[in-house]
């Protein structure tokens, strides 16, 4: 069994309802490994010789109700390599806790602080202290959980990171039906499983998500009378509209705006159904549009 050598960080947003994992690693597609969370339980980072029982039996536990702390001491108590493994957690109500195993690789320990826990083992010195600082700083700014936890990730790295270098990074966020469609709980699972620079291509993917699956902000809908005859004239480019440049938003316009919206996967932002599509568009797809297309 191959050592899962890595930095990561599990924490919990209480204004958001959010739990959410990040990690690095010179380990390929070790998001694969170390992350777990479910909404409404919790989030855990397993890592340094993994044990994947802790990811699966730990969501369970903290879903019924146990501590992160109480979860962590049972879990390790039965398993005769705890003196190997590393493992973080944070719990429904945000209380966190992590444990770094007696014969974890230097540099190896944890910082737990309020609503989130950082660890790591075979590290430079500092990495952890910095990942700590980095949170606690961008919580407290603009953002969401998933921003705020590659940030931590950033400067984990800029601080020395993983010893043996880099190659894998992931961020998980769940919210209870946070995921696509509605009906699931994964708001958020990105990974970068084998990149020379994975926490930056990470902090692209984050990027693209809140593109793609943001959520939509009320003051950035405009009415569509406002911007049919520029939309009209980038679907007569795309060959998804044959009508006029009559500036009037009719069913032709409608249903053509529709299919290129969902041709670029941006039908989160704007369906062309209900009410709030009804008469507004969100500014964020007509910037998009405008500057792939016009």
Known sequence: MQPITTFSIVAYDPHRQEWGVAVQSKFMACAAVVSWARAGAGAIATQSYANVRYGIDGLERLAAGQSAAEVIAELTAVDEQRALRQVGMVDKHGRAASFTGDDCYAWAGHIVGDHFACQ?????PGTVEAMAAAYEEARRGPGELADWLV??????QAAGGDK???QAAGVLVVRENGGYGGDNDRYLDLRVDDHP???????ELVNMHHLYFGQVNPADLIPLANVTGDLQAIMQKTGHYTGPLSGEFDAATRKALRAL?????LEERWSGDGERDGEVIDRVVVEFLLKRFG
Do not use: C, S, Y
Request: net charge neutral; charged share 25%.
């Open 261 to 265: 919206v969902g041709e670029e996967n």
């Open 197 to 203: 620079q994975p926490i930056e291509k990470l902090q």
């Open 164 to 166: 043996r270098g880099r």
């Open 120 to 124: 790591g083992n075979i590290l430079v």
């Open 151 to 156: 940030m931590a990730l950033a400067a984990g």
